[in-house]
């Protein structure tokens, strides 16, 4: 059979706790096809992935490699049925030479010889056009060239099933070209590629066929010559469904924040805000949606002055003397004392803002360390005000002397938001506020904005769930590779149009 | 006199030299045992211990005594106190992940605390005068050295002099050298202590890594121990006489630049510094403690122009101190 499947998953489900990661997912990938999967942040595309590559084991359903069912337990037997996955964090020893990172771990016949290996890896180099020199130092070696050898670490095992978990999100466009190049040539030589992606133009331009995940269910798979961008981008995002969280009409709204053509590199190099102008108004909610990674986190830390920019300015419209003050030439300290406030929430919850190990009051309290007399600290304000946020926002806890780390998410969220609510802010900065939260606790949290709102404060929300999004903000600014990709009115706009800007790049040239 | 001075420096080098050794193996592994002055002091107790024990058997006879067998037990009772040691240091920091500093601490003073009350037992149990026990019979084998070396002049002092410890430091730092650069077994410990959890998703068991690196790292500090009380000391163990010689032989570590041939050099190094004191006239006693200071002020010298330098290599593995666990995710 020409057409058999190299390999073939069959009603995969995975559950992790109450969440259901994958359900019901069937696909396969034959020998000499690329097969994109596509999904938003949490659509679990790498929990899928991770099954296959031998991380997770599904609770129901079925692989087959090459028409046998095959158990795959743990990441050795992946190997061993020449399963190869590059993942986004790249997983090498920065002092060894790319070579020692290819061979770690291996146990070739005869006896250890690095030339040897490096001869081979000259050869694998060749046969896909690859660039990288064998000899050179992992840490001397940029993200693209760090990719590469992974990719050549799994050629060397002799995989010829390759899973690449977002290849691209650390890329330069030309190395991103330079890599679907050798892809190409990998899918000809006649091995079976998977990767996984949320860009479509990269879709389009490479794969051969595309699975669509959304929410963790399936949802179809096209071949890419019968499809565009439009029927993907609805296959992914979905159809929109009705929150009803309420939303306010904005009053007496006033430029507050006019960011203006900021620029920031960060430690790598990499230009992760390119060019950002927005103005926020206070009384208004402005959104921000883009793919994680973005640039979000950046934006905001610029504005808060945790961020060094390159170029442009972030200039505060200062409701007290009327002056528009320039954020960049400030420290954060000041720019807080402007009003300027910041709950950010990351990936670990308590990561920025909290500290797991102290108590209520004393977070409450990492921000008013300096008032007090003398050495001594003022300890019954931030007691008031713990006390106050506990029946304010209703924070479950057994009182104020517990430690923030065993609250749970919501509450620890609550207290975060809490507390920089209670400053009295005129700008409010909050990103991904509801993550990991369970109903109730966010439409609390949304409450909370839509007050802040009312009292005229100017609220940035960065989100991740395009229907929420659409029903809390008033404009929502989308982000794409650090670049505004557009504003749109969130009264009007849909999903469908969001979806589209958030996956386009370099200035919309590749929608064409 | 020259001669005397150089040959003089090699044997007070060798304890530094075993006591390095081992703890490059182990911090090639990722784990910073800071109980390797306990590890040898426990090396020395052991091959006290075992000399004892033997020359009581042979009811302190010379003529009674097997050479091969005098060598051997002290050198086992050694090699074991110090693996016991290292067993103890990695079920702490490898299993139950405990903070590497504090177990290596308290091993340190452990260590220590057991070897003086062996020794003191053993005081106490020969009844003897001085406060300290003499084996001389057990370290005229250790001494014995090479026959014809007294015939070759200042090169026969210099290079042919020394008991078979020296020797055999210098072959075993010799042999971790070529094992962590030039083999797959060594490639994969310095993964382990650059990265486990790239060791780990190569297929290499870690723990196991971990173990044996440890374990063997202790055996090999211990044997400095041994060399100090039975060649240096002349078979004669006083509760602390070692003095601070393990944690000189953790600062080679640094001087050394985690590479054992660096450390043979260095070791000989600090041996000559910690006794050029006495090859120079007329030092008053303050002038000779500054002199004792030498090979610390050496040590960071080099870690100021290594930290300046920036040079990857010449850092510490990158997962040294923390404990690994495997991602739950």
């Known amino acids: 059979m020409a057409t058999q499947a190299a390999i073939e998953l069959r009603n995969i489900t995975k559950t992790f706790g109450h969440v259901v990661a994958n359900k019901n997912v069937s696909l396969t990938v034959a020998r000499g096809e690329i097969l994109s999967i596509l999904g938003e942040n949490g659509s679990g595309k790498t929990t899928l992935m991770n099954m296959i590559s031998g991380i997770y084991f599904p609770d129901e359903g079925e692989i087959f490699i090459d028409g046998k069912e095959a158990v795959i337990t743990s990441p050795k037997d992946a190997f061993d049925y020449k399963i190869g996955m590059i993942h986004q964090h790249f997983k090498l020893v920065d002092v060894f030479s790319a070579t020692e990172n290819i061979v770690l771990g291996l146990n070739e016949a005869g006896k250890y010889n690095l030339e040897a290996a490096e001869d081979r890896v000259k050869t694998i180099c060749e046969r896909y056009g690859f660039e990288v020199e064998p000899k050179k130092k992992v840490y001397t070696m940029s993200v693209s060239e760090k990719q590469t050898v992974e990719i050549i670490k799994v050629l060397y095992r002799g995989a010829d099933i390759l899973i690449l978990d977002e290849p691209t999100a650390v890329l330069t466009p030309q190395e991103t070209q330079k890599l679907f190049a050798v892809l190409r040539r990998m899918r000809d030589d006649g091995k079976a590629i998977i990767i996984i992606t949320h860009k479509l133009h990269e879709v389009l331009s490479l794969s051969d066929r595309v699975a669509v995940l959304r929410k963790g269910e399936y949802i179809g798979t096209v071949n890419t010559a019968e499809t565009n961008e439009a029927e993907l981008t609805e296959m992914m995002v979905g159809k929109k469904i009705e929150l009803n969280i309420h939303r306010s009409e904005p009053k007496n709204t006033v430029p507050r924040l006019e960011v203006h053509h900021i620029d920031c590199t960060n430690r790598e190099g990499v230009l992760v805000l390119d060019d950002v102008s927005f103005t926020a108004n206070s009384g208004e909610i402005l959104g921000i949606a883009g793919i994680a990674g973005s640039g979000q986190r950046e934006l905001l830390e610029a504005i808060a002055g945790l961020q060094k920019l390159d170029s442009g300015a972030v200039l505060y419209n200062n409701p007290q003397t009327g002056n528009m003050d320039n954020l960049c030439s400030k420290t954060p300290l000041q720019i807080r004392e402007l009003g300027v406030r910041l709950s950010f929430v990351p990936e670990d919850r308590l990561g920025m803002g909290l500290v797991g190990n102290m108590d209520i009051v004393d977070n409450m309290m990492l921000r008013s360390y300096t008032k007090g007399k003398g050495v001594f600290l003022e300890r019954k304000p931030p007691k008031e005000l713990a006390e106050h946020i506990i029946d304010e926002l209703e924070v479950v806890t057994p009182g104020v002397n517990t430690p923030v780390r065993r609250l749970s998410g919501g509450n620890v969220q609550k207290v975060l938001v809490g507390r920089e609510i209670a400053a009295a802010p005129t700008v409010f900065m909050a990103a991904y506020p509801v993550r990991g939260l369970d109903i109730n606790s966010s439409y609390t949290i949304y409450n909370l904005l839509n007050q802040q709102k009312e009292q005229g404060v100017a609220v940035i929300f960065v989100g991740e769930d395009l229907d929420v999004l659409l029903e809390l903000c008033d404009r929502i600014l989308v982000i794409g590779s650090g670049r505004v990709n557009g504003i749109v009115d969130a009264r009007t706009a849909t999903k469908e149009e969001i979806g589209l800007l958030m996956t386009k790049t370099d200035g919309g040239k590749q929608n064409g | ?329």
Not at chain 2, 50 to 71: T, V, W
Not at chain 2, 278 to 284: A, M, P, S, T, V
Request: with cysteine; glycine share 12%.
């Open chain 2, 1 to 329: 006199m020259i001669t005397a001075f150089i040959s003089s420096a090699i044997p007070l080098g060798v304890p530094l030299l075993y006591g390095s050794t081992g703890e490059i193996v182990t911090e090639k592994s990722g784990h910073l045992n800071l109980g390797i002055p306990g590890i040898m002091y426990v090396g020395g107790i052991g091959g006290v211990i075992g000399a004892f024990l033997y020359e009581l058997a042979c009811g302190n006879d010379i003529a009674n005594m097997n050479p091969a067998l005098a060598i051997l037990i002290p050198l086992l009772c050694s090699i074991g106190g110090a693996i016991l040691m290292g067993l103890l240091y990695s079920f702490l920091t490898v299993t139950l992940r405990v903070n590497q500093n504090v177990t290596g601490l308290a091993l340190t003073t452990f260590g220590i605390g057991l070897g003086n009350f062996f020794g003191g037992s053993l005081i106490k149990l020969v009844d003897s005068d001085m406060p300290s026990i003499v084996l001389t019979k057990t370290s005229s084998f250790f001494r014995a050295s090479l026959p014809f070396a007294d015939d070759l002049g200042w090169f026969g002092e210099i290079f042919l002099s020394h008991d078979f410890l020296t020797y055999l430091s210098i072959v075993v730092a010799l042999v971790v050298s070529f094992v962590l650069n030039r083999t797959r077994v060594g490639l994969n410990l310095r993964a382990v202590g650059e990265n486990p959890a790239t060791a780990d998703a190569a297929g290499i068991h870690v723990t196991r890594y971990k173990y044996v690196a440890t374990c063997l790292g202790s055996a090999i500090a211990g044997l400095g121990g041994l060399q100090y009380v039975m060649a240096y000391a002349n078979g004669v163990w006083s509760n602390d006489a070692f003095g601070d010689r393990g944690w000189m032989a953790i600062a080679l570590v640094i001087f050394a630049l985690w590479k054992p041939t660096m450390a043979i050099f260095g070791s000989f190094l600090f041996g000559a510094l910690c006794n050029a004191n006495n090859y120079i006239n007329g030092l008053g006693d303050a002038t000779q403690e500054l002199f004792k200071m030498l090979p610390y002020v050496v040590t960071i010298i080099v870690l100021v122009i290594t930290s300046m330098r920036k040079k990857r290599e010449h850092q510490p593995p990158q997962g040294l101190g923390l404990p690994y666990f495997r991602e739950e995710r």
